[in-house]
């Protein structure tokens, strides 16, 4: 319970109107109205409310002005695992559920919160492909300081990402794994509450994440997911209490749907691997795919990929799941199934087999290091932000990102440094603001004269 | 601070967005967003941010759907009073203010935040307008279970209620009173927040009520204004404590803007009076011009009218003041001022000298007592109910009303009955609900063996 209430000293108290007896008797079909008050005043929504509620947003019955205020009270007096339920399959059934009847494979798909350098998917799948399963994809744009995994594949000339429910059915039967963008069919409802959501303050709210992720993925039709939720400066949530309520939310919302669902929390204080850019990301993650790449890449793949298997019951535990990921990096049956999900989304398989075609920008400039020491800390937000000035992500959802250009990283946590020792190599197209990209890039480096412990990557997992 | 939570067990605490320097950098001036979010995380706006919000509401660089998201946060976080001040002005000055430079009378006005049977409008101002002062006064329409003095003066035949300013200040120079309905150049910025607040379940916040009747009220250039604020069932705020939150509110944002304002909270557990209808309240507002009408009614009508006089200096104190307003109920110059405001502005003023010519409806119901014993209680709200759905009142802000019905009481609170006395007239239309009307008449009355105390009319004065 609780209501308006001047800030001053008053705690929040229901300021009760005269209800006459015949407004009382509508409630029974609550008006909007009736329904926003509800949430207003902290009471939690049946099941029905809920899918009404999501209903007259698709028909247009309830207003955008009345959505965003029952928005705002949802943000402010939270919603409740059964709520979360209901807005999730609500949203879900807004649209179509995709059948891939013609898939013999479990499906599993992993989920990241969004990071910096998070180019784990584009390995990821089809690795797990190659060990078995089918991973049905949807994947999202970069925005702000998170890259999108969709951008990055776009580095490869020719790739699709907008394929219909057939065409996509027939990649990931044929590749095991396929990678395209949310169509209008998936969670329509989602797609117009997020719009919503973006513009009136209302995005960083647990239950509406949850509801936002699950419906999405649950569009898939998938058996089991895993969950990559962030925590650290590059993070879409910064704290691990944050995090790790949201890592709880999404199990126990996405258990209650039926699907098996477990969650890591990781480490996103530093960039992942050694590239934050498109076409970089790419090429690491075809590193990762040859047997390669950053020892944090290379692990944060094979964990996810480990609760995958293990959860498909293509591997009887996560040591097992393990070798079989190893395996797939060392024989190049990862790489084969990128190559070929590639070529059946119309591009060009030896960008895949050849990673230097990728395209490259006109400059490099290096950054060095000021002092020796060690490195003790990488700020993935500040090089995030970096790498959007150059031209690698977006400040606006409307902005065009450049493939070619991004930062490399020359070292890692935990490295020992001479003075003048390379730290970073900036991918770009001029060099004109070159002296403040040096610096921007400088100030993300902390370099200490004793070797701070570096931070595992995995910090808790959920189940 | 605060923010979004899961219900269940999680105290509101703020959900961290990671945020790079480059949209930090922007927060110089806040975008719409920012504004939104800083309101929806508890803190308190500068008077630029509000004055800077409802520009853009009204230049609609704030969608609709924006602006009920900061309703909403408004509603739950609260408004301080610097905000509450901020608001009002800004609403005050989306709009014209009247000048009112011909008329040499102080000029002050009565609020009432709405009851059952309130007609003292109707009679308060005449009446003061007789006693020298000057009472330029917008007033509202009936809506739910609160009546509207327009309905009510729109009993009597060609009154009209929308003046433009020149011939509203000529009505107030000329009769010393004019009582006129709200018109787009006077505060629109309320208007249009008011409609989104009465579809998003934001009318019930006090902060934001202030503001709507001080942006309302200033408009009209007055010097001081007595404010009647209702604590009862049939108010618009049931319970004491936050009826005397709104009029503390009120009291010191108004006097923050340059007023004398004092506030008197007052019963509305009972009808106002011995009348509900508008062409019924009318006449009871001509019987106090007359020297007669109800004791409570005449009792309220001296209460407020003994505020305004000694707040524009036309008495040095209460007790002068309501000699004064005696004096014009018994000489007939209040009636008179009634008369002259009801010709300037289209009426036949002969329905005030001579009431009876007042709509009369074709039936009158007798409701009576029961038992015998004394009337312990009348329950405002019943009535009002019971008012609206004969005809009196309106469900929704399109309906009509009828003028001739109503409700007329026979007797009062601690009156003692005798079993087949009547209670009360029902003044309808068409007896096909008869039954219904007269049992729902009946649960309005409490009839008890002993006599209880009645409460006072004035439950406390605040300046």
């Known amino acids: 319970m609780g209501a308006c209430h001047t800030r001053a000293n008053v705690p929040p108290r229901p300021l009760r109107l005269a209800?006459?007896?015949?407004?009382?008797?509508?409630?029974?079909?609550?008006?909007?109205?009736?329904?926003?008050?509800?949430?207003?005043?902290?009471?939690?929504?049946?099941?029905?409310?809920?899918?009404?509620?999501?209903?007259?947003?698709?028909?247009?019955?309830?207003?955008?002005?009345?959505t965003t205020a029952w928005l705002m009270a949802a943000f402010l007096r939270g919603l409740g695992e059964r709520e979360m339920v209901a807005l999730t399959d609500a949203m879900l059934a807004s649209g179509d559920t995709l059948k891939l009847g013609s898939v013999d494979a479990p499906k599993v798909d992993k989920h990241s919160t969004g990071g910096v350098g998070d180019k784990i998917s584009i390995c990821l799948g089809p690795l797990v492909a190659a060990c078995g399963a089918a991973v049905p994809m949807i994947a999202g744009r970069g925005l702000g300081h998170t890259g999108g995994t969709l951008d990055k594949l776009e580095s490869i000339p020719g790739y699709d990402v907008h394929l219909d429910a057939r065409k996509f059915e027939r990649v990931v039967r044929e590749a095991g794994v396929s990678i395209i963008g949310q169509t209008a069919r998936l969670a329509p409802a989602d797609k117009r509450i997020y719009a919503l959501r973006d513009v009136t303050g209302t995005v960083a709210c647990i239950p509406l994440i949850v509801a936002s992720i699950l419906s999405k993925k649950l569009a898939e039709g998938i058996d089991a997911l895993v969950l990559d939720v962030k925590v650290g400066r590059g993070a879409f949530m910064p704290d691990r209490a944050s995090a790790e309520q949201l890592a709880r939310s999404l199990v126990r919302v996405g258990k209650r749907s039926?699907?098996?669902?477990?969650?890591?929390?990781?480490?996103?204080?530093?960039?992942?691997?050694?590239?934050?850019?498109?076409?970089?990301?790419?090429?690491?993650?075809?590193?990762?795919?040859?047997?390669?790449?950053?020892?944090?890449?290379?692990?944060?793949?094979?964990?996810?990929?480990a609760e995958m298997l293990v959860m498909t019951r293509l591997a009887k535990n996560r040591g097992e799941a393990r070798q079989k990921l190893e395996r797939a990096m060392a024989d190049g049956s990862g790489l084969e199934r990128l190559a070929r999900m590639v070529r059946?989304?119309?591009?060009?398989?030896?960008?895949?087999?050849?990673?230097?075609?990728?395209?490259?920008?006109?400059?490099?400039?290096?950054?060095?290091?000021?002092?020796?020491?060690?490195?003790?800390?990488?700020?993935?937000?500040?090089?995030?932000?970096?790498?959007?000035?150059?031209?690698?992500?977006?400040?606006?959802?409307?902005?065009?990102?450049?493939?070619?250009?991004?930062?490399?990283?020359?070292?890692?946590?935990?490295?020992?440094?001479?003075?003048?020792?390379?730290?970073?190599?900036?991918?770009?197209?001029?060099?004109?603001?070159?002296?403040?990209?040096?610096?921007?890039?400088l100030s993300s480096f902390s370099i200490g004269a004793r070797r701070n412990p570096v931070p595992p990557i995995l910090i808790d997992r959920l189940r």
Chains 1, 2 share one sequence.
Do not use: F
């Open 19 to 66: 209800t006459s007896a015949a407004v009382q008797k509508d409630a029974a079909r609550p008006s909007p109205v009736a329904l926003i008050a509800k949430k207003r005043d902290g009471h939690e929504h049946t099941s029905a409310e809920v899918h009404a509620l999501v209903a007259a947003i698709m028909d247009g019955s309830l207003a955008d002005y009345q």
């Open 258 to 305: 039926g699907k098996r669902v477990t969650a890591l929390l990781t480490d996103m204080d530093a960039p992942i691997g050694r590239t934050i850019g498109n076409a970089l990301e790419v090429r690491e993650a075809i590193d990762v795919l040859r047997g390669g790449g950053p020892a944090d890449t290379r692990e944060l793949t094979l964990l996810l990929g």
């Open 344 to 441: 059946l989304q119309g591009g060009d398989a030896r960008y895949v087999l050849e990673p230097e075609r990728l395209p490259k920008a006109r400059h490099r400039i290096e950054v060095r290091a000021p002092r020796s020491g060690y490195v003790n800390d990488i700020d993935a937000l500040g090089l995030a932000d970096l790498a959007v000035a150059i031209g690698a992500g977006r400040k606006r959802a409307e902005d065009v990102v450049d493939p070619a250009v991004g930062i490399e990283l020359c070292v890692t946590r935990g490295d020992a440094l001479t003075v003048g020792a390379p730290l970073a190599l900036l991918h770009v197209q001029s060099r004109k603001h070159e002296a403040a990209w040096v610096e921007a890039a």
